[in-house]
């Protein structure tokens, strides 16, 4: 049987539905809990919805991103079976990619190429969902988090905002720097991410637009990709 009406068969897609929707619901339930927290902590609407208004914002960047992958991922593993691995978000779009075409080459073949067989679409499979139970395994551990994290900081909020902070551009910095030295265009699209991104930024303080700053990310990543396309052809 062609591994691709396997890839595409209903169930798969109504799988995937079924795990969107719970990802769906738990976004709203834990979005109204935190409401209902901040709002007994004594923020004013105004604040939360600021808060909300910034974080959509600054996730277009991201999640446009996702998408460019998603839509790759989708040619080269099928959309039916695409869309029950990330419905849901189970984990980066980038690393199932990955993860796929590793699999594909254990298995002696070569990933979306068009000799591909079942036999590299079950090892991608197996290897996909292997990969997810590490996201399992963490959730385990996620209710200890709270308390590891105020025996880091001693409760100390300032300490606690470093970290984060810390943590966030090492992440970018990481996969910024990987994909950089691999040379055009990959070096190329990080540049120009990373200095529209703070040419942005000074811009925001010079016209007196702060707001500026929330679309920063998104605006840098965006173009930057549109880059990186033109170049690489």
Do not use: C
């Not at 702060?210 to 605006?219: D, M, Q, T, V, Y």
Request: charged share 10%; aromatic share 14%; hydrophobic share 60%.
């Amino acid at each position: 049987m062609d591994w691709k009406q396997i890839a595409n068969e209903p169930w798969v897609w109504i799988s995937g539905g079924v795990t969107a929707a719970m990802g769906l619901y738990m976004a709203w339930f834990f979005l109204r809990t935190a409401l209902r927290f901040m709002h007994g902590q004594g923020f004013t609407p105004k604040q939360t919805s600021a808060m909300i208004r910034g974080a959509a914002i600054t996730a277009i960047g991201p999640v446009l991103a996702n998408i460019f992958v998603m839509i790759a991922l989708a040619i080269a593993i099928s959309p039916a079976f695409a869309w029950q691995r990330e419905g849901v978000g189970v984990g980066s779009v980038f690393t199932e990619l990955a993860q796929a075409s590793n699999a594909a080459i254990a298995a002696g073949e070569k990933f979306g190429d068009p000799s591909f067989t079942i036999k590299g679409f079950a090892a991608v499979v197996f290897i996909m969902n292997i990969a997810g139970w590490g996201w399992s395994v963490e959730a385990i551990f996620t209710r200890y988090l709270g308390t590891i994290r105020e025996k880091v900081t001693g409760g100390d909020q300032a300490l606690l905002a470093v970290i984060a902070g810390a943590g966030m551009v090492a992440i970018f910095s990481y996969y910024s720097i990987s994909n950089a030295v691999k040379g055009s265009p990959y070096l190329i699209t990080v540049l120009v991410a990373v200095f529209l991104s703070m040419f942005l930024f000074k811009l925001a303080d010079w016209i007196k637009a702060p707001h500026l700053k929330e679309w920063a990310l998104g605006i840098a990543m965006f173009i930057a990709m549109f880059v990186g396309k033109l170049i690489a052809g």
